[in-house]
């Protein structure tokens, strides 16, 4: 089992950047592909970013590719995500998951407290 924290988050201005963090516990960490996730008020939860467990292949939502910026290290059991050129449709609560491909791996619920993303228009 993974146990996982982000930090990070804050209030931002439009066009700005912010990186997130995600530290993860577990003996299994290194094993996992992991993704980002967020959620806005009164919307689902929605795919952002994956990185396969080697940083061989990254994935990204079509409406931050080419902004964000998904990293991982694996030594220090932590996951990044560099946002530049935030948007005011970026605001939402950020949480990291371990994921299969776009999708957070089935059966997964250890969810951390997420960090909240402002950004300001």
């Known amino acids: 089992q993974v146990q996982l924290v982000e930090s990070g988050g804050g209030l931002v201005q439009a066009g700005g950047s912010l990186r997130l963090s995600c530290a993860a516990s577990g003996r299994t960490y290194s094993t996992y592909s992991m993704g980002w996730f967020r959620q806005a008020p009164g919307k689902e939860r929605e795919f952002v970013a994956a990185?396969?467990?080697?940083?061989?292949?990254?994935y990204y939502a079509d409406r931050v590719k080419g902004r964000f910026t998904i990293s991982r290290d694996n030594a220090k059991k932590t996951i990044y995500l560099q946002m530049n050129n935030l948007k005011s449709e970026d605001t939402a609560v950020y949480y990291c998951?371990?994921?299969?491909?776009?999708?957070?791996?089935?059966?997964?619920?250890?969810w951390g407290q997420g960090t909240q993303v402002t950004v300001s228009s």
């Open positions: 990185i396969r467990w080697d940083a061989g292949r990254t």
């Open positions: 998951a371990p994921a299969t491909g776009t999708e957070v791996v089935r059966g997964f619920d250890s």
